[in-house]
């Protein structure tokens, strides 16, 4: 059973860092696109980024560029989403996802406020 | 950035029929574009209903089906039951990165 498990959400001030992760088992990670999907409260999903399996790829939306960076590490079967420079408008609820069936972690609250 | 368009909203009775689309600023929808369909209820994570156009995942009921109709992405639910009344995305894949629809609101009604 593939399974997700995002973490590092919290509350951080604007112009701030905050990490995220995503613990994946489950499946042959290093074999898979991953991507960084989010939620601002009561709008629609966006996705954020796309990551190729060995990481020799990335992709971003044109709002986060310069400020999110994505990353795996295939040893540990995690992906992470470095957001710096943090705005009040990415205040959301952040997922990871996999381009593989489509599996989805609980998702982590990111709330940039001062 | 490519624009994804979907209905806004749409009602189905219990036990009817209803079809979602998905269209692209681009053109027409093709399967190169790797159509997804995603379900939300209210307070839930997303879930993935549909891949690559057509493909169920082990937990996709039965009543709902993928296809391209008319240049865009088809999501067809058959038979609706309370339980579908939800928010469903579409995401589709371009060179430069993934784009979600804006989400149609279906009501079962």
């Known amino acids: 059973e593939v399974q997700l498990v995002e973490s590092g959400g919290g509350l951080v001030q604007p112009g701030g860092s905050l990490r995220l992760s995503c613990a994946a088992s489950g499946l042959s990670f290093s074999n898979h696109w991953m991507s960084w999907v989010r939620q601002a409260p009561g709008k629609g999903l966006e996705w954020v980024a796309r990551i190729h399996g060995l990481g020799s790829a990335k992709y971003y939306v044109d709002s986060v560029k310069g400020r999110f960076t994505i990353s795996r590490d295939n040893a540990k079967n995690s992906l992470y989403l470095q957001m710096d420079s943090l705005r009040v408008e990415d205040t959301a609820v952040y997922y990871c996802?996999?381009?593989?069936?489509?599996?989805w972690g609980q998702g982590a609250l990111v709330t940039v406020s001062s | 950035q490519a624009v994804v368009t979907q209905e806004p909203s749409l009602t189905v009775s219990p036990g009817g029929t209803v079809t979602l689309t998905c269209g692209s600023s681009t053109g027409a929808v093709t399967s190169g574009l790797w159509p997804y369909w995603f379900q939300q209820r209210p307070g839930q994570a997303p879930r993935t209903l549909l891949y690559?156009?057509?493909n169920k995942n082990s937990w996709t009921p039965a009543r709902f089906s993928g296809s391209l109709l008319g240049g865009k992405a088809a999501l067809t639910l058959s038979g609706a039951q309370p339980e579908d009344e939800a928010d469903y995305y579409c995401?589709?894949?371009?060179?430069?990165?993934?784009?979600f629809g804006g989400g149609t609101k279906l009501t079962v009604l």
């Open positions: 996802m996999t381009d593989y069936q489509g599996y």
């Open positions: 995401l589709l894949t371009y060179s430069s990165g993934r784009v």
């Open positions: 690559d156009t057509s």
